[in-house]
């Protein structure tokens, strides 16, 4: 898995919920990190999360 940091993972989610990106759940750690799981059209998983 891939993953990249953005500065807003929850935007990110919807963002490409909205574009028809089948996107996993908005995992929270407390105190630590905001992330969620996806697949590209090529089938390999990636990751973009927001560290708190």
Known sequence: MTRFSVADAAAERERLAALG???G???HVPDAVDYFD???PY???L???TEL
Do not use: A, I, T
Request: charged share 35%; glycine share 6%.
């Open 43 to 45: 089938g390999n998983r």
């Open 47 to 49: 990751s973009l999360y």
């Open 25 to 27: 759940p908005l995992e």
């Open 21 to 23: 990106v089948d996107v």
């Open 38 to 40: 996806f697949r590209d």
